[in-house]
């Protein structure tokens, strides 16, 4: 795209994985790294945006990569939560790349637990679905994404998330062939709207499918 097109742009980018605790040193989670956040908020202050990111824990090597972008540490999906819904007011399009987790525990132990004590069941309890929440809070003019990681057939699941949370667009990702999804470099998208148009990000780098959502994005709004 052309360079600087997004100067004057506001955008809340959420990345990697929520971990939720079942006592200090346990967690239920998920492989998500965050490249794909981090490529996200690189792409848009390349062309001219200002970026506030929301992250999960990411490996010090990642931490190293977000300088001169205003990032935010939500471990949980309810810390996510809050900061998303905190900074949604000033944001012109707000991006959940974030895998958070589907479920939480019920009871979060305040102490370790010792092993002969774990539970042989573990109650748990889903956790808030951010994007929707983000979506019934949406601002006029306002765009809400979401991505859906899929394996086997992706654009019919993510469509119907997309309508499921009243979604603006949708990036369709999958995440079961050789070279795309969790911790790659590489990756490949189906980038979905509203009205069910739809443009193939092939596979290629993380950026590359970041500038592909934005091109598509900029003709969206
Ligand atoms: O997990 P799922 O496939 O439903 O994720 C689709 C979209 O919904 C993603 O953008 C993800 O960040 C978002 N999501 C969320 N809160 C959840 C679960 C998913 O915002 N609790």
Not at 155 to 178: C, E, F, Q, S, T
Request: hydrophobic share 45%; charged share 20%.
């Amino acid at each position: 795209g052309g360079q600087r097109d997004l100067a004057g742009k506001q955008l809340l980018i959420s990345t990697g994985g929520t971990r939720e605790p079942i006592d200090p040193v346990r967690f239920i989670g998920n492989p998500a790294t965050g490249r794909m956040g981090i490529a996200l908020a690189q792409a848009a202050r390349h062309r001219g945006a200002q970026v506030t990111l929301v992250h999960g824990p990411l490996e010090a090597e990642l931490l190293q990569q977000l300088g001169g972008i205003c990032a935010i540490a939500a471990p949980t999906a309810a810390a996510m939560a809050q900061a998303m819904l905190g900074h949604q007011p000033q944001a012109d399009w707000v991006i959940m790349a974030a895998a958070v987790a589907d479920v939480r525990p019920a009871r979060v132990a305040a102490t370790k637990l010792p092993k002969s004590e774990l539970p042989s069941d573990l109650p748990l309890e889903p956790v808030p679905d951010i994007v929707a929440a983000l979506a019934t809070a949406r601002q006029p003019q306002q765009l809400i994404v979401g991505f859906a990681a899929q394996t086997g057939e992706i654009v019919p699941p993510a469509k119907a998330k997309l309508i499921r949370k009243g979604l603006d667009a949708i990036v369709a990702n999958p995440v079961d062939r050789p070279s795309s999804g969790f911790g790659s470099n590489q990756t490949q998208a189906v980038l979905i709207d509203r009205a069910g148009r739809q443009r193939i990000s092939p596979p290629g780098s993380k950026l590359e499918l970041a500038h592909r959502l934005y091109d598509f994005l900029r003709d969206l709004a």
